[in-house]
Every structure is written in C-alpha cells, then in structure tokens.
C-alpha cells in the first residue's frame, strides 16, 4: 500500500490524540491562589455630648479610617451583651447563631502615697470608687489592687460587690494590706507569687506587670488607675523609663483601656503628662479628680458602660501592615468615640 501524503497523516495523528483526550477520565481544575479575609477587631467607648454612654449603635453609625482609608464596618457588639453573628459569619446558612455574652474585666488601681496633697486625693477617690463599682454589670469582673510599695492585691477578680466595696475600705495610704482570701478561684486571676510581687519596687513596674497578666486575659479589660503620675522626672521633664514603655506597649496589644483618675490636689502637675498619653493611646480617658471627685467617678462609670467591639474588615490588597493610624468617628450622631490611637497588624503566615 502506498504511503499516505504528509498532510493526510498528521491531521490523522491529531485526530487521534483528541478522541484519545476525549476518553481520558476528567481532571478537576486546581487553583493555588488563596483569598485571606482579615477581620479586626476594636474597642471603643462611646459618649455622647453630655458624657453619657449612647446605647443601639451599629455598623452603620461608625465611620473608620485606618492610615487615611476607609475601612467597613461588619458588625458592632456591646461586651456584656449577648451577640447574633450573621449567618455568613457564623458559617452556617441557618438563622443567626449567637455567642455567650462578653465578659468586662476592670482594675481598680491605687496608687498609694503619704505626701498629703497626695494622700487627701486617694482616700476620697477610695470612697467615690464605690459609686462605680455600684454600676458594673451582674456579669462584670473587677478585683482591686492597690501599689505602695509593694503591689497589694486586695481581692482578685470577682463579681461580689460587697467583696468590691470592702476590698476599697481596705485601701488606705498608712497601712500595708494582705491579699484577701477568694473562695471559690476566680476564672481569671491577677495573683501573683508573694516573691515576685514584694520585689515590685516602683509604681511603672508594677504597671508592666498588670499589662502582661492582662494582655492574653479574654473579654473587654479596662484599667482605673487612682493615682499622682507615672513617668522619669529629669532636668524639668518627665520620660517614660523601659518598664513603662513596655507596660505602654503591652496594654495596646492587649486591648486595655487605662483610665487616669489623678488625685492629685493640685490644678496642673509635671507628672501628669505621661498619665494624658496612656489614656490618649489606649482608648482611655483622663480625668482630673481636683475639684469633682464624684463627677469624675460618674464619668469613668460611663466610659465602662459605652464600651462597644467593633469587627473590621480592612481592604485587600492595599498592604496593610505595622502599626497603623486610627480614626473612628460617629456618623449622624452626636458625641465621642474613645478610641486607641493606632493598631497594629501582622502579616498572615504564608
């Protein structure tokens, strides 16, 4: 048989290798790009312009920027409060699932002193503390510890008010006192080995030390810290030495508010300037104890009850990454959102 012409056989040889493809079992296709969502998560304390907390917000009424962009706003809870996760959230494409109420953890921090201009403060702020502790919620923890030195840990975290108002009886200028008994445990604690806690020498050490043990601790955490400054008086200037910087930067991962009640008798103080930054960088609030004792108790108790967890999806895309600015404003409300300076956002890991 003669051959076939060159042009004849190859069309056969590709006409069999597309029936031979044709017959072959299909493969799925396989994709290797992975789309990452990164959702964050804030805290803020909302007041409106008489101070009050404003109840009912949601997403709708928050505008976010972080370095200068926009960022959405997917949802907004009220630690203390039950919450309902959308559907798509929860993964589920039933009704919205909801999640156990959000603990509040609260610090009641006296820095002790017995300079009168000092001590005069502390002992009313022990006394208009007690007004705050009236309006925790029933699900709130709070414990009270008190710096003189040493660190004095007057009750660990509980939600016995009256244990709250005895453990504030106990704090006094003139008198060292020993941690109270707490049965049953606490489910989070802030006790710390005796050792360790004598060895605490100065007011920022002991600050650093609180930060840490709340860093990991979960809930919505704030700090009252009842006190005269913090900080390296030097040549007419106050520094922050290494404990408080490292106190600064472990409240800020953590999500700790610090709340600067000073008690100082005094108008204007040196040492008050680092006190400023620490609320300022932190979502807290400073307040100056001097003329309004009361007054100012009021307003740390309704900074607590403003307290709002709002869920962020940044942009993709953009780089996020390190610390970044933050802005967070009310949209059509009047009033003041409490918000930390800047967050921080790490890389996912490849």
Same mark, same amino acid.
Not at 188 to 198: C, E, G, N, S
Not at 204 to 224: C, D, N, T, V, Y
């Given at each position: 048989?003669?051959?076939?012409?060159?042009?004849?056989?190859?069309?056969?040889?590709?006409?069999?290798?597309?029936?031979?493809?044709?017959?072959?079992?299909?493969?799925?296709?396989?994709?290797?790009?992975?789309?990452?969502?990164?959702?964050?998560?804030?805290?803020?304390?909302?007041?409106?312009?008489?101070?009050?907390?404003?109840?009912?917000?949601?997403?709708?009424?928050?505008?976010?920027?972080?370095?200068?962009?926009?960022?959405?706003?997917?949802?907004?809870?009220?630690?203390?409060?039950?919450?309902?996760?959308?559907?798509?959230?929860?993964?589920? *494409?039933?009704?919205?699932?909801?999640? *156990?109420?959000?603990?509040?953890?609260?610090?009641?921090?006296?820095? =002790?002193?017995?300079?009168?201009?000092?001590?005069?403060?502390?002992?009313?702020?022990?006394?208009?503390?007690?007004?705050?502790?009236?309006?925790?919620?029933? !699900?709130?923890?709070?414990?009270?510890?008190?710096?003189?030195?040493?660190?004095?840990?007057?009750?660990?975290?509980?939600?016995?008010?009256?244990?709250?108002?005895?453990?504030?009886?106990?704090?006094?200028?003139?008198?060292?006192?020993?941690?109270?008994?707490?049965?049953?445990?606490?489910?989070?604690?802030?006790?710390?080995?005796?050792?360790?806690?004598?060895?605490?020498?100065?007011?920022?050490?002991?600050?650093?030390?609180?930060?840490?043990?709340?860093?990991?601790?979960?809930?919505?955490?704030?700090?009252?810290?009842?006190?005269?400054?913090?900080?390296?008086?030097?040549?007419?200037?106050?520094?922050?030495?290494?404990?408080?910087? =490292?106190?600064?930067?472990?409240?800020?991962?953590?999500?700790?508010?610090?709340?600067?009640?000073?008690?100082?008798?005094?108008?204007?103080?040196?040492?008050?300037?680092?006190?400023?930054?620490?609320?300022?960088?932190? !979502?807290?609030?400073?307040?100056?104890?001097?003329?309004?004792?009361?007054?100012?108790?009021?307003?740390?108790?309704?900074?607590?009850?403003?307290?709002?967890?709002?869920?962020?999806?940044?942009?993709? !895309?953009?780089?996020?990454?390190?610390?970044?600015?933050?802005?967070?404003?009310?949209? !059509?409300?009047?009033?003041?959102?409490?918000?930390?300076?800047?967050?921080?956002?790490?890389?996912?890991?490849?």
């Amino acid at each position: 048989m003669a051959p076939l012409p060159r042009s004849k056989a190859l069309r056969l040889t590709f006409l069999a290798a597309l029936l031979a493809a044709a017959a072959a079992p299909a493969q799925e296709a396989v994709f290797d790009d992975v789309v990452e969502v990164i959702r964050l998560e804030i805290e803020v304390r909302v007041l409106d312009r008489r101070g009050e907390p404003i109840p009912g917000l949601g997403p709708g009424d928050f505008e976010v920027t972080l370095a200068g962009l926009p960022v959405p706003v997917e949802a907004v809870d009220r630690p203390g409060e039950e919450v309902l996760l959308p559907a798509a959230v929860a993964g589920d *494409p039933g009704p919205p699932a909801a999640m *156990p109420a959000l603990p509040r953890l609260v610090v009641f921090f006296f820095q =002790r002193h017995s300079l009168p201009s000092r001590a005069r403060g502390l002992l009313r702020m022990t006394h208009e503390a007690r007004a705050i502790v009236r309006e925790l919620e029933p !699900g709130d923890l709070a414990a009270v510890v008190s710096f003189g030195p040493p660190l004095h840990l007057h009750t660990d975290f509980t939600n016995d008010r009256e244990r709250l108002l005895a453990a504030l009886d106990s704090v006094a200028p003139f008198r060292a006192v020993e941690p109270r008994d707490e049965p049953p445990p606490p489910p989070v604690t802030l006790r710390l080995p005796a050792r360790t806690a004598k060895g605490i020498r100065t007011v920022e050490r002991a600050l650093e030390i609180l930060a840490h043990l709340f860093e990991p601790l979960p809930g919505a955490k704030s700090l009252l810290f009842f006190g005269w400054g913090v900080g390296e008086l030097s040549a007419g200037a106050v520094r922050a030495g290494p404990d408080l910087r =490292r106190a600064h930067a472990a409240f800020a991962r953590g999500k700790t508010a610090f709340f600067a009640l000073d008690v100082t008798q005094a108008d204007y103080h040196t040492l008050e300037a680092l006190l400023h930054e620490l609320a300022y960088d932190t !979502g807290g609030l400073y307040l100056r104890t001097f003329h309004q004792p009361a007054g100012t108790a009021a307003a740390a108790a309704a900074a607590l009850a403003g307290h709002y967890r709002l869920t962020l999806v940044p942009p993709a !895309g953009l780089g996020f990454e390190g610390e970044l600015r933050l802005q967070v404003r009310l949209r !059509g409300v009047p009033g003041e959102v409490l918000h930390p300076a800047s967050v921080v956002l790490v890389p996912a890991s490849r």
